[in-house]
């Protein structure tokens, strides 16, 4: 371990969490050993940093011969035209090979992708609705959003909008929240 000239700093050592200082300030007044002791630890910061700047540019220096090596080594060989492969060249040449595939499911399990729907006019929803409501009007117990679904069959995407339209329209009742909800018909008063 060396100590920094006149800092009374190890540049290595600590004791305890702690710089070891030189027992030579102890006769000092305190706050002047203090602002000394400050001074000396910013010169040996400076110190250093000159150091480690004079390192990188020393490194940097070093790096650039090795590029003019490399360059002049390229151009002997004659391959100053070609570019330098990078990574990103590399990885395009990679995905431009065609991947073999280990095995192919057969086209018969393959499940058809599911076409888009398309949107139902207003006079569809009526119409699914009027269903809707002759099938809840047939049972007093009333069904789950999943047992009109099934007994109309609909999609489970369809179904929403036509049990909005008939709740709107107070053609039906609805008790409980989220799956646990019920749908009734409201009884008509043609028939009491």
Known sequence: MSIIEGTGYETNGHVNGHAQHSDDSADENPRISGLERLKRHRAAENEIRASLMEDLRNE???VKAAQ??????????GLDNEPT????ARRAAKSATPRKRASVAPAST??????RMTRRSDDEIAGYSAQLV???????EGLRAEEI???????AKELPRIL???LESKAITKTGQKRASRYYAVASESAS
């Open 68 to 77: 003019a090596k490399i360059s002049e080594i390229r151009a002997e060989l």
């Open 149 to 155: 679904r099934a007994a109309l069959k609909l999609g």
């Open 164 to 166: 909005a339209y008939g």
């Open 60 to 62: 940097e220096d070093t």
């Open 85 to 88: 492969p990078n990574r990103k």
């Open 110 to 115: 393959t499940k058809p992708k599911a076409e």
């Open 134 to 140: 002759a099938l809840l009007a047939d049972k007093p």
